[in-house]
Each structure stands twice: as C-alpha cells, then as structure tokens.
C-alpha cells in the first residue's frame, strides 16, 4: 500500500527513543522527511545516526517542547529547513505516578505544561500552515489512561483526557481544511516508560509484564513499531477521511464497547 508519505515533512516530539522514535522511523521508512526533537542531547543524536544510517531525511533539535521558546525554535527551524510542516506528532513523557494526595499543585502544573499545554502550543504553531495548503495531519499520543482509567496514574488519566476532549473538538473546526486530528492510545509496550512504571510499583519489570499479559487478550506487551505502524497510516494520504478519532493499540485490554 502506497500511503502517500513520501516528501512530507513531520515534526515527531520526543522522539529519541520508545514510541516517539518508532514513529519517526516508521514515517522516514515511508519516504517523510522527519523533524525529531527530545531534551537529551546524546540519546537524540544516536537516533539522528541510525535514522541517517537507514537512508532517512532528519533534522534533530535538541528541545524541551513543554517550553515555549523551544517550541517556536522546533517548528521554526524545521520550517527553515525544510519549507513547510505537513504532519505533527504530539508525543510527550508520562508524568508521575501516585494517588492524588501524594501530587503536590507544582506536580499538576508540571504535568499540565507536559500534556497538555505542549499539544495545544505545538499545534497553534502548525495550524495556519496546513491550513493555507488544505492539508494537514495532527497525532497526540495519549493513552489507554484515558478511556480507561489506571490506579495510581492520577496526572495521567486526568490531562490525557483532556487531550483527547481538545482534539475531539479542534478535529471538527479543522475538518473543512482538509486538516484531521486524532489521538493514538498506546497499551502497555516494551518502552523505558513502561518498565519505570514497574519500578515505581514496586515490582521487578518481568513480574510486572508478566501481571500486564494476564489482563491482556493477545497476551503479550506491544512493539513500538506495531503502534508505529497506526500512526503511519493516520498520517498518510490514505487516511483522509478518519479524524476525531481516538484509536488504541493495546491487544484488547480497554473493555469498553467504544
């Protein structure tokens, strides 16, 4: 299948590693030009390297996309660079873990720039563009924590809906520009992310797993690249009727009819 990606330009956040490098790759795999950014300097210019290595047209930045200076640079840069931006991957890193007694205000006010501020600066940054050429892909990934809420992940389940409630409503008034938003909810993969959340529970990663695979249908974790592989699709020219959508990847572990 021929998904119409090859000369786009996408901007993936946090994309030096797990889920976010997944995207990146699989979109440079369809012939994008990608724009990856994350804080670490050293882990980003490994996957600058590897992504170049593969044949991949990438420019990385080194950014914090929660502040806004640094997402002006990202998407200005990228503009520079590049010319325009057809794709944006809203990806950010889980917050905290802990129930809502142990969340101190600055706690909800970092995890609120995190989640939730950056999607919505990131795309005030890259909306007049797609819709001046009428044609436009917008990505968030959130998580299951969304639709499903998971014990002890307060600042997740709370700010990941709230993403999703923005992109519902930005799906529809962008609709008519030929511009589709929707959200990616990733289950329990093989990330960094995944075995930090194993830790702070308290739990060794191979027991963790082991409990997450009891509860998941398939029976196993995902791969960054199953995930990776959706997020190529709804960016793809032959996506463009899908928009408002929150789609998971997670093996059937969300119960819920819809």
Not at 41 to 59: F, K, P, Q, W, Y
Not at 125 to 148: C, D, F, H, Y
Not at 160 to 178: H, K, Q, S
């Amino acid at each position: 299948m021929d998904l119409g990606l090859a000369g786009k330009v996408a901007v993936v956040t946090a994309s030096s590693k797990g889920l976010g490098r997944a995207v990146a790759e699989e979109l440079a795999a369809e012939g994008a030009r990608v724009v990856i950014c994350a804080r670490g300097e050293d882990a980003l210019r490994m996957t600058a390297s590897a992504m170049r290595a593969m044949g991949a047209d990438v420019l990385d930045i080194v950014a914090d996309v929660s502040k806004s200076s640094d997402a002006n640079r990202v998407i200005y840069t990228a503009i520079d660079h590049f010319g325009r931006i057809d794709i944006l991957v809203n990806n950010t890193g889980g917050p905290p873990s802990g129930p809502f007694e142990s969340l101190t205000p600055e706690m909800w006010d970092t995890a609120a720039q995190v989640l939730l501020q950056s999607v919505v600066g990131m795309t005030r940054l890259v909306l007049p563009g797609m819709k001046e050429r009428r044609w436009g892909r917008i990505l968030n990934v959130t998580s299951i924590a969304a639709k499903q809420p998971i014990e002890g992940l307060m600042l997740s389940n709370s700010l990941r809906a709230a993403v999703i409630g923005f992109a519902r409503t930005l799906a529809n008034e962008v609709a008519p520009f030929g511009v589709t938003v929707n959200n990616l909810l990733p289950g329990y993969t093989r990330t960094e992310r995944v075995e930090q959340l194993a830790r702070a529970a308290g739990n060794a990663p191979d027991a963790a797993f082991a409990k997450w695979e009891k509860e998941i249908p398939m029976g196993r974790l995902g791969e960054p690249r199953e995930f990776a592989a959706l997020a190529a699709f709804l960016a793809s020219e032959r996506a463009s009727y899908i928009t408002g959508g929150s789609i998971a990847v997670d093996g059937g572990w969300i119960r819920s009819l819809l």
